[in-house]
Antibody, heavy 118, light 107 residues
């Protein structure tokens, strides 16, 4: 059974960089699209971007200037960096696996709340 | 970006009711439409993919239909565990986008 687990600081200061890692277990990181999705408290879901195991990426244009997603296949991990954060970036951040054929998200991490505050 | 609009935004229903939630895309997305259920404090759970395919392990009372721009999620007979928020998501193009959610509450 594939499992995803987010890890990283729960509190980030304004203007700093948010960094999260997603560790994949129970399956290989190869041959799928690996995504980050976030959800501000009490609000809906926002797609941040994805990385293919080969390293190709696709980002939401609304965040593109601040986002970097990378993959480490040797560790079965992928990571998110979001720079110059503000309070508007406070959210639960999920990592998820997208099916290559239909783009649906069958596997999700439990989510991690990141709060941007001084 | 493709905009996804769900209706209604909230819905009150009783156990045993038949419920339909609608999702409309701002342009044609063929059948690249997925439905999720989310309960408080939990990650979304995939219910339906490719507009009408039932995800493994999901009860058969859930069904999806539609193509192009108009889609529906139907729950044939509501059970107590179905009270949650439901989201549609298009996977036709990037950026992937979600509907704003439909909150299904107990009447």
């Amino acid at each position: 059974q594939v499992q995803l687990q987010e890890s990283g600081p729960g509190l980030v200061k304004p203007s700093e960089t948010l960094s999260l890692t997603c560790t994949v277990s129970g399956g290989s990181i190869s041959s799928y699209y690996w995504s980050w999705i976030r959800q501000p408290p009490g609000k809906g879901l926002e797609w941040i971007g994805y990385i293919y195991y080969s390293g190709s990426t696709n980002y939401n244009p609304s965040l593109k200037s601040r986002v970097t997603i990378s993959v480490d296949t040797s560790k079965n991990q992928f990571s998110l960096k979001l720079s110059s954060v503000t309070a508007a970036d406070t959210a639960v951040y999920y990592c998820a696996r997208a099916d290559a054929a239909y783009g649906d998200y069958e596997y999700w991490g439990q989510g991690t709340l990141v709060t941007v505050s001084s | 970006d493709i905009q996804m609009t769900q209706s209604p935004s909230s819905l009150s229903a009783s156990v045993g009711d038949r419920v339909t939630i609608t999702c409309r895309a701002s342009q044609s997305i063929s059948s690249y439409l997925n439905w999720y259920q989310q309960k408080p404090g939990k990650a979304p759970k995939l219910l339906i993919y490719a507009a009408s395919s039932l995800q493994s392990g999901v009860p058969s009372r859930f069904s999806g239909s539609g193509s192009g721009t108009d889609f529906t999620l139907t729950i044939s007979s509501l059970q107590p565990e179905d009270f949650a928020t439901y989201y549609c998501q298009q996977s036709y193009s990037t950026p992937r986008t979600f509907g704003q959610g439909t909150r299904l509450e107990i009447k």
